[in-house]
C-alpha cells in the first residue's frame, strides 16, 4: 500500500488577506488554498509546514490523517474563552496536550493506532469535526474529555491517576461529539464506562447565565453591545459564559468522581465480558432461529418431494437425458433429497435399487454415474466386474 496523508486547515474566525496566503503559499506549491481553507495530500514527501505555526498565524482548525494509522485534530481558541488549568486536566499526555500561542490556546489531539492501516478518502472527516470547535467554545468540555479519553487508551497515563471531571451528555449516539471519537478510534467500552459518571445532555450548560447576564451593570451591557456592534467578536458568548463561572464558581454538569485511570479501565473491562457475553448469546439465539428455520424449510420440501410419488423420479432421468453438467448436479443433489426420504421412511433398499436402474439406464452417461458414485449414492461395482 503506497503512502497517503492528508491535511486541510480552516479558517473560521476570520479569512486570510491576499497577503497571508501569499504567505501561505511560500509551503506548497499543489495546495489547495483559498482565503479560508489549505488543502494538501501527500502520496510521497511531507508537509513543508509547522501546524503549530500555521494555527497560530493564520488558521483555527486542522485535520490531518495518514493511511498508517494517525489521526489528528488541532483546534486554535482564545485562551480567555476557556478554564486553562481546568483545560490542563483533560490535556494530559500525548495524545492531548494544549500550547499557548500568543493570546490563543492550541488544543492538540492525536491517536496512533497502526492497525487501523487503510485507504481512506479525503475529506472524510472535516465536515463533522469542524462544530468540535464550537461546542468547545460554549462550554461543552466533552471534546477536552475524549482528548484524556485518548490518553487513557494509548497508555500516556499511569494507572493511579485520576480521572478529571467528567462532564454531561457522555452517552452521545450521533453527532460531531460522536464523530470525534470514532475519530479517536475511543473504545465503546471505555466510553461507555465514562458515561456512567455523566449526567444527562444538557443544551445551555448555564442555567444561571441569563440572570447573571440581566444583572450586570448597565454601563458595561451598553459597552459590551457597542463593541459587538463596532468590532464584533465571535467569541464574545464563550468569553461571558467563562466570566460567569469565573465569577460563581460554576462548572454546569461537571461531575468529580473520585476514579482512577486503572479503575475506569477495570470497569471497561467488566462492560466489555458483558457486552461480549451478551453478543454471544444473542449469536447463539440468531444461529438456533436460522438452524429451526432451515430444519423447517427442509422438512416441508422433503414432504413435498415425498408427496409426488413417482413423479420425482421422473424429474430425475428428465435431468439426466438433458445431457448438461448443470442438469446432472441437479439430478444428483435430487437424489440425495431422496435418499434421505427413503431413510426416514425405512426404504433404502428400494432407493438404492431405483438408482442402480437409474444408471444402468444411462450407463453412457459417465460424467453423471460418477456425480452418483461420489455422492454416495450407489456402491461402487466389485473389482474384475465389468
Not at 423447517?296 to 423420479?313: F, M, N, Q, T, V
Request: hydrophobic share 40%; aromatic share 8%.
Amino acid at each position: 500500500m503506497s503512502e497517503y496523508q492528508y491535511y486541510e486547515f480552516l479558517a473560521i474566525d476570520r479569512p486570510l488577506s491576499e497577503r497571508e496566503i501569499e504567505q501561505v503559499r511560500e509551503y506548497s506549491t499543489r495546495a489547495e488554498i483559498t482565503s479560508t481553507r489549505f488543502v494538501n495530500e501527500y502520496h510521497w514527501g511531507d508537509f513543508r509546514g509547522d501546524p503549530y505555526k500555521f494555527l497560530g498565524k493564520w488558521f483555527d482548525v486542522m485535520v490531518y490523517y495518514a493511511n498508517w494509522g494517525t489521526h489528528r485534530l488541532m483546534m486554535r481558541v482564545p485562551a480567555d474563552a476557556l478554564d486553562g488549568a481546568l483545560v490542563k486536566r483533560y490535556c494530559a499526555a500525548d495524545s492531548a496536550h494544549m500550547k499557548s500561542a500568543g493570546d490563543n490556546l492550541i488544543l492538540d489531539l492525536e491517536v496512533n493506532q497502526e492497525e487501523q492501516w487503510e485507504y481512506e478518502e479525503a475529506d472524510t472527516y472535516t465536515s463533522s469535526l469542524v462544530p468540535v470547535r464550537s461546542a468547545l467554545l460554549a462550554g461543552d468540555y466533552r471534546p477536552l474529555y475524549l482528548g484524556w479519553l485518548a490518553c487513557v487508551q494509548s497508555h500516556d497515563l499511569a494507572e493511579r491517576d485520576a480521572e478529571p471531571p467528567v462532564p454531561p451528555g457522555l452517552a452521545m449516539r450521533s453527532g460531531s461529539l460522536k464523530a470525534l471519537a470514532d475519530f479517536l478510534w475511543i473504545d465503546q467500552d471505555l466510553l461507555a464506562a465514562a458515561a456512567q459518571a455523566s449526567g444527562p445532555a444538557e443544551t445551555a450548560g448555564d442555567e444561571g447565565f441569563g440572570d447573571w447576564l440581566a444583572g450586570l451593570p448597565q454601563a458595561e451591557k451598553d459597552r459590551l453591545l457597542l463593541k459587538f456592534t463596532q468590532d464584533p467578536d465571535v467569541h464574545l458568548t464563550g468569553k461571558l459564559r467563562r466570566r460567569y463561572r469565573d465569577t460563581t464558581g460554576r462548572t454546569p454538569g461537571l461531575r468529580q468522581t473520585g476514579r482512577t485511570v486503572g479503575e475506569l479501565l477495570r470497569a471497561a473491562e467488566e462492560l466489555r465480558a458483558e457486552r461480549e457475553k451478551e453478543e454471544a448469546k444473542r449469536k447463539a439465539e440468531e444461529r438456533a432461529r436460522r438452524e429451526a428455520k432451515a430444519a423447517r424449510e427442509r422438512a416441508e420440501h422433503l414432504a413435498s418431494l415425498a408427496g409426488r410419488g413417482d413423479a420425482s423420479w421422473e424429474d430425475v432421468n428428465r435431468l439426466v437425458e438433458a445431457k448438461q453438467s448443470k442438469s446432472y448436479a441437479e439430478a444428483v443433489t435430487l437424489l440425495k433429497d431422496l435418499q434421505e426420504i427413503a431413510i426416514n421412511a425405512g426404504a433404502v433398499a428400494d432407493f438404492r435399487s431405483r438408482v442402480a436402474a437409474i444408471c444402468r439406464e444411462h450407463a453412457r452417461r459417465v460424467n453423471f454415474v460418477g456425480q452418483v458414485r461420489q455422492a454416495g449414492l450407489l456402491p461402487d461395482p466389485p473389482r474384475g466386474s465389468a
